[in-house]
C-alpha cells in the first residue's frame, strides 16, 4: 500500500514539474513538498524523496532529450551528406550521357572511367574492373540504368527519407500489411509509371499530400494511365 501511495505521488509530482516547465508558471501557491503532503497524507520525509527523485528523473530526461536531438542532427547532417554526393554522381552520369549522344564521350578527370584506343571502355571499382566493348553498350548497360536507379533513390529520399507509402497511395495497395519494399513494387507495377519518374510525382514537403499528374517527365500515355487511376 505504501509503495504504491508513493508511485502514484511520484508520477504526480513529475506531472507537475513538467507542466511548470512547460508552461513556465507555478501550478500551486503552495510549495511542491506541502502540496504532496496535503494531497497524499505523507511525512516530511516522504514528501521530501519522492519530490528530489521526480527532480532528479526530469533531469535526467532533459538530459537525455538533448543527447537524442544531437543524434538525429548528426543522422541528418550524414542523410544529407550521402544525398548530396548522389546528386553530384547523376550530375557526372548525365554530363557522359550528353557527350556519348553527341558522339563525342568524354569523362571527368576526378573518376575512374577510361576509353582505350582500341575502343573499350574501363572502370575501375575498388573490388574490381568493368569493361564494355564498345560505347553503345556502356551506354545502354552501364548509363541508362546507373541514371534510373539514381534518379529513383534520390526521389525516395526526397519524401524525407520515410519507407511507408504515403496515404493518398494506400487505397492502391490490396495488402497494406506488406513489407515496404513491397508495397512501393506493387505500386510502380499497378500505376505503370517509370521509376525514376515515379518517386518525384510527390511534394518532399508534403509525403502525405497528393501527386503531380502533370509532371514534366511524364509522357502522356504515362499522365492518361494515371489519370485514369485516380479519377
Not at 521530501?48 to 532533459?62: G, H, M, W
Not at 554522381?89 to 569523362?107: A, M, P, Q, W, Y
Not at 545502354?140 to 526526397?158: E, F, M, N, S
Not at 527519407?161 to 512501393?184: C, D, G, M, S
Amino acid at each position: 500500500m505504501l509503495s504504491k501511495v508513493f508511485n502514484c505521488a511520484k508520477r504526480f509530482a513529475f506531472q507537475t514539474l513538467i507542466r511548470q516547465k512547460r508552461w513556465e508558471r507555478e501550478l500551486h501557491k503552495e510549495s511542491i513538498h506541502l502540496v504532496m503532503k496535503r494531497k497524499f497524507g505523507v511525512n516530511d520525509y516522504m514528501a521530501n524523496s519522492i519530490v528530489r527523485e521526480s527532480q532528479a528523473l526530469l533531469k535526467a530526461q532533459t538530459e537525455l532529450n538533448k543527447l537524442y536531438i544531437k543524434q538525429t542532427d548528426e543522422k541528418i547532417k550524414k542523410k544529407k551528406n550521402k544525398l548530396k554526393k548522389e546528386r553530384s554522381f547523376l550530375t557526372t552520369l548525365r554530363k557522359i550521357k550528353d557527350s556519348c549522344v553527341e558522339g563525342n564521350l568524354r569523362f571527368p578527370k576526378n573518376r575512374n572511367y577510361a576509353l582505350h584506343s582500341s575502343g573499350l571502355i574501363s572502370l575501375e571499382c575498388k573490388s574490381c574492373s568493368l569493361i564494355w566493348m564498345n560505347t553503345y553498350l556502356f551506354e545502354h548497360q552501364y548509363l541508362d540504368l546507373t541514371i534510373k536507379q539514381l534518379k529513383a533513390k534520390i526521389g525516395r529520399k526526397g519524401l524525407g527519407y520515410k519507407e511507408k507509402a504515403p496515404q493518398v497511395l494506400r487505397h492502391h495497395i490490396v495488402r497494406y500489411q506488406l513489407p515496404y519494399w513491397k508495397q512501393w513494387w506493387t505500386l510502380n507495377k499497378k500505376l505503370n509509371v517509370r521509376t525514376e519518374v515515379f518517386y518525384q510525382l510527390f511534394d518532399v514537403n508534403k509525403p502525405s499530400g497528393n501527386i503531380n499528374l502533370t509532371h514534366k517527365e511524364l509522357t502522356e500515355k504515362e499522365s492518361k494511365h494515371l489519370k485514369k487511376a485516380f479519377a
